[in-house]
């Protein structure tokens, strides 16, 4: 853990900051952004003088910042964790040879990390929600933070690939952060329909793997044509 995010975590368990972003959460996720909130507004849901925000936080933008790092916090070290220990699993087989094996347990990898975060999705619907809502809202701030998290957990998914070979070796490292990139945005808004379309969780655990394979698929592909033609 980092200084920045373990003093997060300590400073958290403060219980007038925790009952105010639990406040915040509960307000803002059915059509509000963070900073739409009023001081008053906020500390009668939570239960608290209004007084109390400014020893924890120094605007409404600044609450809404440390709940994006919180939620981040929970969800980046789990997700790649998971990686590695469903890479590390065997697959104990005659019948497959070393390119099938690969093949297995990238695909277990794929859907083992697509479950752990539409879990996550669904545990904290409202935290997710609001975070989509603020990746367009008014505050400059609040959506750069936003991009610099989808660039982080891109950036985790790419190097978690190469370092646990879980894309075929003739694809680069530029194509791999591409589609690392792509799948970090896709997943962000699948989120949503996640959360709102409850019949349709399993199709949509599948089309996120499905489009995991296309995009290596096609990067493969692109990959052999350019190798050819150099030849």
Request: glycine share 4%; net charge neutral.
């Amino acid at each position: 853990m980092s200084d920045k995010a373990g003093d997060s975590a300590r400073a958290t368990e403060a219980p007038g900051k925790r009952a105010l972003m639990e406040a915040a959460v509960r307000l803002a996720a059915n059509s509000r952004c963070i900073t739409s909130l009023g001081l008053r507004e906020l500390a009668r849901e939570a239960g608290l003088n209004p007084n109390t925000f400014y020893r924890h936080f120094r605007s409404m933008e600044d609450l809404g910042l440390q709940l994006l790092r919180q939620s981040n916090h929970q969800l980046r070290g789990p997700l790649r964790a998971l990686r590695r220990q469903a890479a590390q699993q065997s697959i104990a087989s005659r019948d497959l040879d070393p390119e099938q094996e690969e093949k297995l347990r990238g695909r277990r990898v794929s859907q083992q990390t697509i479950r752990l975060y539409f879990d996550y999705v669904l545990e904290h619907r409202d935290r997710v929600v609001i975070a989509v809502r603020e990746l367009h809202g008014p505050s400059e701030l609040l959506r750069a933070e936003l991009r610099q998290q989808m660039n982080e957990f891109a950036e985790d998914m790419a190097a978690d690939i190469q370092t646990l070979g879980l894309a075929p070796a003739n694809i680069s490292t530029q194509r791999i952060q591409t589609i690392a990139t792509l799948l970090s945005r896709n997943l962000f808004y699948l989120s949503l329909d996640y959360i709102a379309e409850p019949e349709r969780r399993d199709a949509i655990l599948e089309l996120a793997h499905e489009q995991i394979l296309m995009l290596f698929t096609g990067a493969y592909l692109l990959q052999e044509m350019a190798d050819r033609e150099a030849h």
